[in-house]
């Protein structure tokens, strides 16, 4: 909402009446006015039968119309009755930010009469044609108000380059505690959103910096993270896209014994390992493989420490059968559980060298091999 001063000009034979608008743009936005809309009334009588017409000025310094720049259309007189209505002039210019614009109305002499503006009020003055000084811009004195309607165009866009990475993890590394992101254009600040999908609380709000350090208490436990970043210019807001990453501990690689060893895998030094990212504890779980139980505190290997590599060495493991096993990581934001390896510390079954099965021909003494 901007004030408008009423302004008019005379000359010998048209009447000019102009509002100047103290319009404030926003920087980075663009507009373009493609239509003046006026309440206008025609007099009821005698009628000004005259030509009307509203042009786009630029504004000096002392806010008064300066150089034209663009016509938007005229209307005859005879075309305006009594009654005040909404009359549309259309045209187009592009508006630039930080410039001045006057919208100059201007009335060709007919043979008389007068045309009526009605201001937000609902009740018009009429502009007469004795209420001018010739060829001179005056204040009529009285304070009028508009309203921009519609959404101009705007360089305002979403925010973009999420760090951590959309989708990423588990496994992802913020130990700094900090999301960052890139400006899509035209953001002056921005509010940010952490959650999980779909209900997401904002943490910040109008911060200028394109990163945000969370707390603990911000973030879901023991599950992915979501987050999003809304761009705002003073005036709009564009809401941004949900992102997401996960930062548990990447799952535990590389099992000692390998997965799915046969019979006779060695067993001898009784000893598990495995390597783990971005874990602080190592929680193991042995047994049948429907049925793996956790190893209390009892048991060694319920808080194993963060070492790259991690070995247990067991002394008791399930009897005459596969061996099952599982290491699940974990660290401050949740746990991740890793896949059910096995292998077989049982021993392989003999080979019989000889003699050959289901040969014939063997004697009492005949001696038999085996490995």
Do not use: C
Not at 72 to 91: H, Q
Not at 244 to 260: E, G, Q, S, V, Y
Not at 289 to 303: F, I, M, P, V
Request: net charge negative.
């Amino acid at each position: 909402m901007s004030t408008l001063r009423e302004y008019w000009l005379a000359a010998d034979s048209d009447l000019a009446v102009y509002w100047q608008a103290s319009q404030t743009f926003v920087a980075g936005a663009s507009y373009t006015l493609d239509e003046i809309t006026l309440p206008l009334a025609n007099s009821v009588g005698p009628a000004f039968n005259g030509t009307v017409s509203v042009d786009l000025y630029s504004a000096d310094e002392s806010h008064l119309p300066d150089s034209f720049l663009s016509s938007f259309g005229s209307m005859e007189g005879d075309d305006i009755d009594s009654l005040t209505a909404v009359r549309s002039f259309t045209g187009s210019h592009g508006i630039t930010v930080g410039t001045e614009y006057a919208i100059v109305l201007t009335l060709a002499y007919g043979t008389g009469g007068y045309i009526r503006w009605t201001g937000k009020s609902g009740y018009g003055n009429g502009i007469g044609w004795t209420q001018y000084e010739p060829s001179v811009w005056s204040n009529a004195g009285m304070d009028w108000h508009f309203a921009n309607y519609g959404d101009p165009e705007s360089s305002l866009s979403k925010p973009t380059n999420p760090t951590p990475a959309n989708a990423s993890g588990p496994g992802v590394d913020v130990s700094d505690s900090t999301l960052s992101w890139e400006d899509g254009g035209g953001a002056e600040t921005y509010d940010v959103y952490i959650g999980v999908s779909g209900s997401l609380v904002k943490v910040s709000s109008n911060q200028a910096g394109t990163s945000y350090v969370f707390n603990m208490s911000e973030v879901p436990e023991n599950q992915r993270i979501y987050w999003r970043v809304d761009a705002t210019d003073g005036v709009d807001t564009v809401t941004g896209d949900e992102w997401n990453f996960d930062a548990r501990p990447a799952k535990a690689t590389n099992p000692l014994p390998a997965n799915n060893a046969p019979l006779g895998t060695d067993f001898s030094d009784r000893l598990l390992s495995w390597t783990m990212t971005g874990a602080e504890l190592t929680i193991l779980y042995i047994g049948p493989q429907d049925d793996l139980y956790r190893l209390d505190y009892r048991d060694e290997g319920y808080a194993l420490p963060n070492n790259e590599d991690m070995t247990f060495a067991f002394h008791r493991w399930p009897i005459d059968q596969k061996f099952y096993w599982r290491a699940d990581t974990f660290n401050v934001f949740g746990i991740t559980v890793g896949d059910v390896w096995n292998f077989d510390p049982r021993p392989a079954k003999p080979t019989l060298v000889g003699p050959t099965n289901a040969s014939t021909g063997i004697t009492l003494h005949q001696l038999w091999e085996w490995s």
